[in-house]
């Protein structure tokens, strides 16, 4: 399995909704990441998990609050956020930190 | 500061013509070097990657770059392209910062394929 499975592929959401993004892989990385990509633009990442453990945020509003249950699963926890926010949010796994990262399909999200 | 040059936003050609997109980078170190496709509406594809020897890479796709340490580039060619190449390609360079590994970015060019 070589897969990076994101749930769910669209969202709309109000600026006062609680909703939460999934992802999920079964390659044994220990390495977990979520970036968030304009239309035009190259990924900005904004959480990264080694270990299990939080070891990048990359100054991200706290409106957005990364949670990693175990190995394979990575969460992210979205609240209050604002009509910018709509993006493609995407998950990627790597073995190791300086190694390829393999992505997820994303998330659209638009926020109304 | 460590950066990711795709000088070219878009790049046309004809379908079965040869393509060049290219990379360069500014790193005094070594370094890790990638290219992703982005095809619409889905997420990113490793196509090629170099770690360490050969500096000639054969990727999926038909595709395959050179890494050229002296020039600090790294660009991707095709020797005949398709429709289904239709993408955004992005070169990405993996460096260390402040203890970290770190993904840096191009900003991507567009590859439009002409019938």
């Known amino acids: 399995d070589t897969e990076v499975t994101q749930t769910p592929k669209h969202l709309v959401m109000g600026m006062t909704n609680k909703k939460s993004l999934k992802c999920e892989q079964h390659?044994?990385?220990?390495?977990m990441y979520w970036y968030k990509q304009k239309a035009k633009k190259p990924p900005e990442l904004m959480f990264v998990?080694?270990?299990?453990?939080?070891?990048i945020n990359e100054s991200v509003p706290s409106r957005f609050s990364p949670e990693c249950p175990n190995s394979s699963l990575l969460n992210l926890h979205l609240h209050a956020l604002q009509p910018e926010d709509s993006a493609l949010y995407l998950c990627?796994?790597?073995?190791?930190?300086?190694?390829?990262?393999?992505f997820g399909q994303g998330t659209r999200l638009t926020v109304v | 500061a460590q950066s990711v040059t795709q000088l070219d936003s878009q790049v046309p050609v004809f379908e079965e013509a040869p393509v060049e997109l290219r990379c360069n980078y500014s790193?005094?170190?070594?370094?890790?070097l990638f290219w992703y496709v982005q095809y619409p509406n889905q997420g990113l594809q490793l196509l090629l990657k170099?770690?360490?020897?050969s500096t000639l890479v054969k990727g999926i796709n038909g595709f395959e770059a050179e890494f050229n340490k002296s020039q600090t580039s790294f660009h991707l060619r095709k020797p005949s392209v398709h429709i289904s190449d239709t993408a955004e390609y992005f070169c990405?360079?993996?460096?260390?910062?402040?203890?970290?590994?770190?993904?840096?970015w191009g900003a991507g060019t567009k590859l439009i394929i002409k019938p």
């Open positions: 170099y770690l360490s020897g």
């Open positions: 790193s005094s170190v070594s370094v890790y």
């Open positions: 990627a796994s790597s073995q190791d930190r300086e190694l390829e990262a393999f």
């Open positions: 390659m044994g990385h220990r390495a």
């Open positions: 998990y080694s270990y299990e453990k939080l070891s």
């Open positions: 990405a360079v993996s460096v260390v910062l402040d203890s970290n590994y770190q993904l840096i």
